[in-house]
C-alpha cells in the first residue's frame, strides 16, 4: 500500500501555530482556539452576530464548548480586507479514518486525519481571490492533516460552484465527492400548527392523527410529552434518554445515538448552562419511550439525536414524538426553522422545505490519495448493485430486518 499523505512525526505537530499571509487587497490568518487571546475571540464573535447569528459552529463560544476536549484542533481562518475582519472559516483537525462498506459490513478501515470545515459553508464574500487565497494556505499548511473535508456544503452554494469551476482546485487537488447529493430537509415554523398540518393529503393528516389520539387515549397507559431546557432538568433527561438509546439497533450495531456518553453528557450540560438545550421525552405509562435531543440556536433548533423504543415501534411512538415536539415548536420560544440536519426519509416527510447539500474530500494529489478514491468507489458501486438486485427480488427489507436482528 502507498504510505500515507503524512508522517506520524508531521500527527504529532498537530497545534495550529498563528500565521499570517498576505495578497492582492487580503490577508488571512490562522488561529487555533485554544491559544486565540480574548480580542480575537471578541472579533470573531462580532462578525458572526453581524453575518450570521443563527449558525452556531461559526460561534467561537459554541464551539469551545461543543468541542471542550478538541479545541486545540479548531482553528479559525480569518480574512481580512483593509484590516477589516471580513471572512471567517472555522475548521476541525480529527483522526478519522475513511471505512469501505459492502452493505452494513465494513470490508476495509485507511487512516486518514481530516480537516472538517465547520459548518454548512464559507462566510467569506463570493470573491474568487478570497477563496483562492485560502486553499493556497491549505495546500501550505496541510502538514498534519491528509485531506480537507467538506460534510454538508449546499449545492447553490459560491463555495460549491468555485470548487467544481477552479482553475488552482484543479490543479492542486484531487476533488471526490463519495456519494450523491443529497436533500438536506429544514421545517419553516410559519404560521401556526394547523397550517402545518394542511400540508398532509387528507389521508396521511388523518393517519398521523390517529397515531397520536391512539396513544393519547391510552394504549400504552397516560401519555405525556415533557420537554426540558435548564441545567437542573438535564440529568433526568439524559438518564432517562440513555436507557431507550441503549435498546436500539443503532447503539447495538453501530455504537451511535447516545453512545458516546461522556461526551453527550458535556455537550447538553454546557448547552443547558448557556439556555441552548432544548429536548424532549415522551412518556407512557410513566415511562420514557421515544426522547429527542436537540439544541435551539438564536432561531434555529437543531435535531442532534432522535430515538425509542424498538418493542413500541408498532405503536409509532417515534412518529408521535416528531410530531408533538413540532407542534411545542408552535407554541413554545418559537424559532425560525427546524433544522433537521442529515437527510432521512422520516424527515422528508415532517420538513416543509429543503436545499441539496454535497460531501467532499479535498485530497493532494498523491498515489494514497487516488487508492482511498479508488477503493472507496468500487465498493460503493457494488454496494449499489447489490442493493439494487435485493430490491428486484423483494429482500431488501428482510435482509434489512435480520441485520438489525443480528
Known sequence: MPDRLITPEQVQDSQAQPTECHRGPYSLRCDSLAQADASLVSQWKSFHAQHSSDEPMLDPEWLHGYFDDQIQNVRFYSLYQSGRLSGLAPFL?????????LGPWKVAQCPLVRLRLLGTSLEFPADEAAYDMLFRELSKAGRDFDTVYL?????????????????????????????PAAPRPALRVEGTFQQYMGKFNSKHRNTLNRKIKKLREG????????????????????????????KTYQWARY???????????????????????RSYLLFCGGEARAFLLGFQYNGRFLLDE??????????????VLQLL????????????????????????????????????????????ARLLRSGHRACALLDRTASS???????????????RGW
Open 255 to 277: 455504537g451511535r445515538g447516545l453512545s458516546a456518553v461522556e461526551k453527550v453528557r458535556k455537550r447538553l450540560f454546557f448547552a443547558a448552562s448557556h439556555g441552548w438545550m
Open 93 to 101: 483537525r480529527r483522526d478519522w479514518p475513511m471505512q469501505w462498506h
Open 306 to 319: 432522535i430515538g425509542f423504543d424498538p418493542d413500541l415501534a408498532r405503536y409509532s411512538v417515534g412518529t
Open 325 to 368: 415536539t413540532v407542534e411545542d415548536l408552535f407554541a413554545h420560544h418559537r424559532p425560525h426553522v427546524f433544522d433537521l440536519q442529515e437527510y432521512g426519509g422520516y424527515k422528508e416527510v415532517l420538513s416543509t422545505d429543503s436545499y441539496l447539500e454535497g460531501k467532499l474530500f479535498l485530497f493532494r494529489r498523491s498515489a494514497y
Open 151 to 179: 460534510e454538508e456544503t449546499p449545492l447553490d452554494s459560491f463555495l460549491w460552484t468555485y470548487l467544481h469551476r477552479s482553475e488552482f482546485i484543479r490543479k492542486n487537488y484531487l476533488l471526490y465527492q463519495p456519494r
Open 219 to 246: 394504549a400504552l397507559g397516560e401519555m405525556r410529552l415533557v420537554r426540558y431546557e435548564s441545567p437542573e432538568e438535564a440529568p433526568a433527561f439524559l438518564e432517562q434518554a440513555l436507557e431507550i438509546s441503549r
Open 389 to 403: 438486485a435485493l430490491e428486484r427480488f423483494n429482500l431488501k427489507a428482510t435482509l434489512r430486518q435480520k441485520v
